[in-house]
């Protein structure tokens, strides 16, 4: 199982070559951090830290626990990577980060303005503005929202294959699918998780943070939203 | 200057590929997201780069790619192709079946096909979501892109 990544530039004036170099520099960025912080590679930094054989965790490594640190307080733990079965795994945030990092290399790179698209997390550059489609849950060929991202978005659900949503408290899990649009995509990713998995609680966390929209949609097919979300574009 | 690129790297988890649009964003319909790992990704260790859109196919055309059926209705894609480059990928033939409705704070799930969205004239550029639409967008813009033998 993987993740695709896409990328959507506009490259203004740049010549072609030059955008061809900074998308291999970015996709090189994206697989630098796959090596480091895969969960399924044994010999990943991440993999021998989970192994206890890591005594001094890199410059990104330690970026990484902060930031999970910081999602974690911020969600009241209901995004918790230390309640992961098989022990710490940040995979909840290390993607759109990730994301964001290859973003970066774009932006410093030139483009005019660029999407990047790591398995459903997507952030945008600043100061531009796409329309984003919100898979729907149940309907395959449909969406359930389209929502304006001029920062970030991410979409946490139970229907999604390979992704295992836990319950740091030991409960149900209270969505079939969350979004997160707004901030920066490492924590937005993180909150989607965590808004999955805490459902009304989180979404209350969510309605009082700035910059963050957010709604989920529970297994009997009910949405729940902040009181600013809007769930299409005009 | 209007192409796409796809990259597909090979790893057990990650990132293991990487597909890009480029051009403006009034220009490029649906993004492509998706290749399908399951059958397009080499399980091994290698990396491979493949660069559609190298202008042997046609200069110009206009292909829909096979209707894909779901239990919940029909997908297919459609793709632009000028000057040996593509230039629009965009979801075809889809209906509605529900507008939104609104109870107090509980909402009932939009669901939001195609044509409403082109009615709308709403555009979009990518999804975030689930991942096995995403690769029906992939398998159908494949099969449009073999339809022109544009590979």
Request: proline share 4%; aromatic share 6%; net charge negative.
């Amino acid at each position: 199982m993987g993740t695709v990544v896409s990328f959507l530039v506009d490259p203004g004036d740049l010549p072609d070559e030059h955008v061809d170099a900074l998308l291999d520099a970015a996709a090189a960025e994206l697989h630098r951090l796959d090596e480091r912080f895969s969960t399924w590679k044994p010999n990943s930094e991440l993999s021998r830290f989970r192994r206890g054989e890591v005594a001094t965790p890199s410059a990104l490594l330690d970026e990484v626990i902060a930031r999970c640190e910081d999602a974690r307080d911020v969600t009241q733990g209901f995004f918790d990577p230390w309640a992961m079965a098989g022990g710490f795994d940040p995979t909840g945030l290390v993607k759109g980060w990730a994301a964001q990092r290859a973003l970066a290399v774009l932006a410093e790179g030139g483009v005019a303005s660029a999407l990047v698209n790591a398995g459903g997390d997507v952030c945008v550059t600043p100061g531009s503005s796409y329309d984003v489609g919100v898979q729907h849950p149940r309907e395959r060929d449909a969406l359930c929202a389209v929502v304006r991202v001029d920062s970030s978005a991410a979409t946490s659900g139970t229907y999604e294959r390979g992704e295992h949503l836990v319950n740091p408290f030991g409960g149900e899990v209270a969505a079939v699918s969350a979004t997160v649009v707004g901030g920066d995509l490492a924590l937005t990713d993180a909150l989607a998780t965590a808004l999955a998995v805490g459902g009304h609680e989180v979404l209350s966390l969510l309605d009082d943070l700035a910059g963050l929209e957010a709604f989920y949609i529970t297994p009997g097919g009910v949405l729940y939203k902040t009181a600013g979300m809007r769930l299409g574009v005009d | 200057m209007k192409r796409i690129l796809t990259l597909l790297g090979a790893t057990a988890a990650g990132f293991t590929s990487v597909v890009a649009l480029y051009g403006s964003p009034t220009k490029t319909g649906v993004l492509l997201k998706a290749a399908t790992p399951t059958t397009a990704v080499p399980t091994g260790g290698s990396t491979t780069t493949t660069t559609i859109a190298t202008g042997t196919g046609p200069a110009n055309a206009t292909a829909v790619g096979p209707v894909e059926n779901y239990s919940y209705g029909q997908l297919a894609v459609k793709v632009v192709i000028a000057g040996h480059r593509i230039v629009d990928l965009r979801v075809q033939g889809l209906q509605t079946l529900d507008a939104y409705s609104t109870q107090l704070e509980q909402y009932v799930v939009p669901i939001l096909k195609t044509e409403v969205l082109k009615a709308q004239g709403i555009r979009i550029n990518a999804i975030t979501g689930a991942t096995y639409t995403s690769e029906a967008y992939a398998y159908s813009i494949q099969g449009a892109l073999d339809k022109l033998r544009f590979k």
